[in-house]
């Protein structure tokens, strides 16, 4: 059974930062494409950041420069580094897997808040 649990989201004031941590279980991370994706209130579900397999990474317009996706494969867990956040950056955040896009495993999610 796969399992993705998020882990530390919370409050932070604009301009701060939060690490994100996705640990996997009954996958392997490093054999994946894997993704954070976030949802803010009333807004549609999109992708924020990818890593593949290869360690090819992509990152939403809105946050490049800002976040860093990473993984440990000895922990087998995905990072989300935040910095400089922004109140638009307030959200649900959600990890995921998959093949070929990372869609097919799904976290719980993680909300992030950040005050202005």
């Known amino acids: 059974q796969v399992q993705l649990v998020e882990s530390g989201g919370g409050l932070v004031q604009a301009g701060g930062s939060l690490r994100l941590s996705c640990a996997a279980s009954?996958?392997?991370?490093?054999?994946?494409?894997m993704g954070w994706y976030r949802q803010a209130p009333e807004k549609q579900r999109e992708m924020v950041t990818m890593?593949?397999?290869?360690?090819?990474?992509d990152y939403a317009d809105s946050v490049k420069g800002r976040f860093t996706i990473s993984r440990d494969n000895a922990k087998n867990t995905m990072y989300l580094e935040m910095n400089s956040l922004k109140p638009e950056d307030t959200a649900v955040y959600y990890c995921?897997?998959?093949?070929?896009?990372?869609?097919?495993?799904w976290g719980q999610g993680t909300q992030v808040t950040v005050s202005s």
């Open positions: 995921a897997a998959g093949a070929i896009t990372p869609s097919r495993y």
């Open positions: 009954g996958i392997i991370v490093s054999m994946y494409t």
């Open positions: 890593i593949t397999s290869g360690g090819t990474t």
